[in-house]
C-alpha cells in the first residue's frame, strides 16, 4: 500500500501533451486533481503544457505507452496516439503499436492499480459508414489493409482489448468514440482539415479541397468534448460505453471553407486536390445516448468554435 499524504485525485492523462490531452489536463487540474501527464513527444509538445509546468500538481513524464508504466494512479485517460492522417499514416505500425500495446499497458496497470480507465477511441471505427448519423450499435464499414487501417483497426482492437478486460476482471471501463474535435493548440502542421483551412485562409495560400469537398463532417469544439470525457469518466461503473462523443451538426467541406473565409476575411482561393484513398463520405455523430446516460451535448456551434480557434491561429501564424 503506497503511502499518501494527500487525498487528491490521481489522474493520469497519455497524451497529454498533444491537442485533445493539454486541455483535458488544464480541465482536471482546474478540478484540484494531481496530473500525471505521460506523453513521448511525437506529436505533442511542451508549449502546449507550457503554462502547467509550474503547477505543483502537475508532473510531466517523457514515455512511449508501448512500454509498461510502473506509477500509481486512480484514474487513466488513454489518449496516447496520432490522430492526424498525415502523422498517424508516417509511421502506421508505430501507430498500431501505440494503440494496441499501449491499450494493454494501460489496461494492465488500471488492473494493478484498480484504477478506472478511459479509452480514447474514434469514430474511424464505424469507417466509411453506411448508416448515417451512426449510432454506437453500428459494426462500420472498414477496410482492414489500406492506408488508414493501422489507426482505425489499432482503435478497433484497443476496444477489443478494453471490453475483453472487462469480461475477464470486471474493470471499470469506459470507451469514448470521439468525432472530428478542433480548436486552440491543434498545431499548425497537423493536416487536419480545420487547421489546414484557417492556417492557409490566414496566410493567404490556397486552401486544399481533397475532392469535390462535398463530403461531410461533425466538428466538435474541444472545451464540449473535454467536459464529456469527464462527465464519462465520473459516470456510474456501469455506464461502460462505447459512446459517442461530437457535435451532430453536419458540413461538407465546402461549407467548411467557406465559413473559414468568411470569418477571416480572407481572399484565398479554393485549389481542388486528390481525394485520398478511403476518405469517409459523411460523417454524423447519433449522440442520443451520451444526452441520456450523461446529460450531455454540445453547447458550442461552428461558428463561435471557429472564431476562438482563428483567434489562437491568428498568434501563431503572426508570431
Ligand atoms: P494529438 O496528435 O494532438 O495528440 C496525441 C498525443 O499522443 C500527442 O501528444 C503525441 O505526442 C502522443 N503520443 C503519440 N504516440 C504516443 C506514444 N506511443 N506514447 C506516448 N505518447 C504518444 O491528437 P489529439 O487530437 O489530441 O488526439 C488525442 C486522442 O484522441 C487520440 O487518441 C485520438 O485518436 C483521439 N481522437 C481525437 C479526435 C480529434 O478529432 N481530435 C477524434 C477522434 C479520436
Ligand atoms: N481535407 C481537405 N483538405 C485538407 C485536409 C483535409 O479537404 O487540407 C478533408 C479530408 O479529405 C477529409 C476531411 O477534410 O474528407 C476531414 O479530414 P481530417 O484529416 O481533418 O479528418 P478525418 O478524415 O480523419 O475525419
Redesign the pocket.
Known amino acids: 500500500m503506497t503511502s499518501r499524504y494527500s487525498l487528491r485525485k490521481r489522474v493520469l492523462v497519455?497524451?497529454?501533451?498533444?491537442?485533445?490531452?493539454?486541455h483535458l489536463c488544464e480541465r482536471l487540474l482546474a478540478e484540484g486533481a494531481d496530473v500525471l501527464c505521460?506523453?513521448?513527444?511525437?506529436?505533442?509538445?511542451r508549449a502546449?503544457i507550457q503554462g502547467l509546468l509550474g503547477n505543483p500538481n502537475f508532473e510531466l513524464l517523457r514515455?512511449?505507452?508501448?512500454f509498461a508504466l510502473p506509477v500509481e494512479v486512480d484514474q487513466i485517460y488513454?489518449?496516447?496516439?496520432?490522430?492526424?492522417p498525415v502523422?498517424?499514416q508516417f509511421d502506421p505500425v508505430?501507430?498500431t503499436?501505440?494503440?494496441v500495446m499501449?491499450a494493454i499497458n494501460m489496461l494492465g496497470l488500471a488492473l494493478r492499480t484498480k484504477a478506472k480507465v478511459l479509452q480514447?477511441?474514434?469514430?474511424?471505427v464505424y469507417g466509411d459508414p453506411s448508416v448515417h448519423p451512426q449510432p454506437e450499435s453500428y459494426w462500420g464499414n472498414v477496410n482492414p489493409i489500406g492506408p488508414r487501417s493501422c489507426?482505425d483497426e489499432g482503435?478497433r482492437c484497443a476496444e477489443t482489448l478494453f471490453f475483453d478486460y472487462r469480461r475477464q476482471h470486471q474493470m471499470p471501463i469506459k470507451v469514448v468514440?470521439?468525432?472530428?474535435?478542433?480548436g486552440p493548440?491543434?498545431?499548425p502542421n497537423?493536416g487536419?482539415v480545420v487547421s489546414n483551412f484557417i492556417v492557409q485562409a490566414l496566410r493567404g495560400q490556397d486552401i486544399t479541397i481533397y475532392g469535390d469537398g462535398s463530403q461531410t463532417r461533425s466538428f466538435?469544439y474541444?472545451d464540449d468534448?473535454v467536459d464529456g470525457l469527464v462527465r464519462m469518466m465520473d459516470s456510474p461503473d456501469d455506464c461502460t460505453g462505447p459512446i459517442n462523443m461530437?457535435n451532430p451538426g453536419e458540413f461538407s467541406m465546402l461549407e467548411l471553407a467557406q465559413h473559414v473565409l468568411r470569418l477571416t476575411g480572407s481572399r484565398s482561393q479554393l485549389r481542388f486536390e486528390p481525394l485520398p484513398q478511403d476518405d469517409p463520405k459523411q460523417r454524423r455523430p447519433d449522440i442520443s445516448q451520451a444526452r441520456a446516460r450523461l446529460d450531455w451535448e454540445p453547447r458550442i456551434g461552428l461558428e463561435q468554435g471557429l472564431e476562438r480557434t482563428i483567434d489562437y491561429f491568428r498568434e501563431v501564424v503572426a508570431g
Open positions: 497519455t497524451g497529454g501533451a498533444g491537442f485533445l490531452g493539454s505521460v506523453d513521448n513527444f511525437f506529436t505533442g509538445t502546449n514515455h512511449d505507452v508501448t488513454n489518449l496516447a496516439c496520432p490522430a492526424s502523422h498517424y508505430q501507430t503499436k501505440t494503440s499501449g480514447a477511441s474514434t469514430s474511424e489507426y482503435k468514440r470521439i468525432f472530428n474535435t478542433y493548440r491543434m498545431h497537423d487536419r466538435c474541444v468534448l461530437g
